[in-house]
């Protein structure tokens, strides 16, 4: 019985501890990059009658270079700008 008691008693400060705000923590990016200038990318491939591959894989590279353009050293975005880049080539013929 003691044993439930004390779980539940540390569960409910962990919980609280998790609560509180820490102001220190808040902002760590900075300020708020404006998103809607850069986020506004026309495609470069009509997709008004491809595939549902071939616009999943345009709406996925455009996410890679937005990423890409935010972080020019991300290897990750790279590679995906990159992959999808030939998957678009290869899937809106």
Known sequence: MNRIALLFS????????ACGDDPARKDLTGPAK???AVAVVAPEVDIAKASSICRASVRRRQV???????????LLALSKAKHFGALV???CK
């Open 89 to 91: 080539t290869a899937a």
């Open 10 to 17: 540390v569960a409910g400060l962990l919980v609280a501890a």
């Open 64 to 74: 890679a270079r937005l990423r890409l353009s935010r972080v020019p050293g991300d």
């Open 34 to 36: 404006p998103v809607a």
